[in-house]
C-alpha cells in the first residue's frame, strides 16, 4: 500500500512522531529516530528511545496499533500511517548506524530553519533504541489545508 513517492518521502529527512496506546485508549507519543519502508516485506520499521519514550516503548506489542506522523520541517508536508505492530525487537547495528544519521542530519536541517540543537536534544535522539515493526493499513495526507485528513489508501486486512 505505499508507493515508492511515500517511501522516499518517509525515509527523507523528516521529524517523525510515534502514537501507541494502553489498554485504556489513552494514547500516547514519542519523536522517533529514523523510519524505512521494507520493500520486500510491505512493512515500516520506526526507530525510538524506550528509556526516553517509556510509555510509547511500553505500549508497542504486536497486534497493537500504531500510528507514525512524518513531516518534511522546510515545507510542512505530511502523512500519517496506521498500521498494527508486527514486531518490537532491539535495533542491529546498521539500524543503529541509520539512526546515528539520521540525527545528525535533522539537527542539521533544524538548524538550517532557526531550531537549535539545544531545543531538540532532549527529544532527537539515537541512544537506547528500539525497532518497531509493523504493517501499514492506512495512509493519510496530513499536510495543513483542505486535504488534510484526507485517506489516501487502505491496505486489504491480512
Not at 510542512?76 to 514486531?87: L, P, S, T
Not at 538548524?111 to 531545543?119: I, R
Not at 509493523?134 to 489508501?153: H, I, K, N, V, Y
Request: glycine fraction near 8%.
Amino acid at each position: 500500500m505505499i508507493g515508492a513517492d511515500v517511501a522516499a518521502f518517509l525515509e527523507s529527512p523528516v521529524m517523525i512522531l510515534v502514537s501507541t496506546r494502553n489498554s485504556g485508549h489513552r494514547a500516547f507519543i514519542a519523536r522517533g529516530s529514523g523510519a524505512r519502508f521494507d520493500r520486500r516485506h510491505g512493512h515500516i520499521d520506526v526507530l525510538l528511545c524506550r528509556g526516553q519514550w517509556p510509555d510509547v516503548a511500553g505500549n508497542a506489542a504486536k497486534g497493537a496499533p500504531i500510528a507514525v506522523t512524518v513531516v518534511r520541517p522546510s515545507d510542512y508536508r505530511a502523512f500519517q500511517v496506521k498500521g498494527v505492530i508486527e514486531e518490537v525487537a532491539s535495533i542491529s547495528q546498521e539500524e543503529q548506524q541509520r539512526a546515528t544519521a539520521y540525527v545528525t542530519r535533522m539537527l542539521e536541517i533544524m538548524a538550517e530553519l532557526g531550531v537549535t540543537k539545544v531545543q531538540l536534544s532532549h527529544t532527537l535522539t539515537d541512544k537506547d533504541l528500539v525497532r518497531i515493526s509493523f504493517l501499514p493499513t492506512d495512509l493519510f495526507a496530513q499536510t495543513p489545508g483542505p486535504d488534510a485528513g484526507q485517506r489516501l489508501e487502505q491496505a486489504a486486512q491480512r
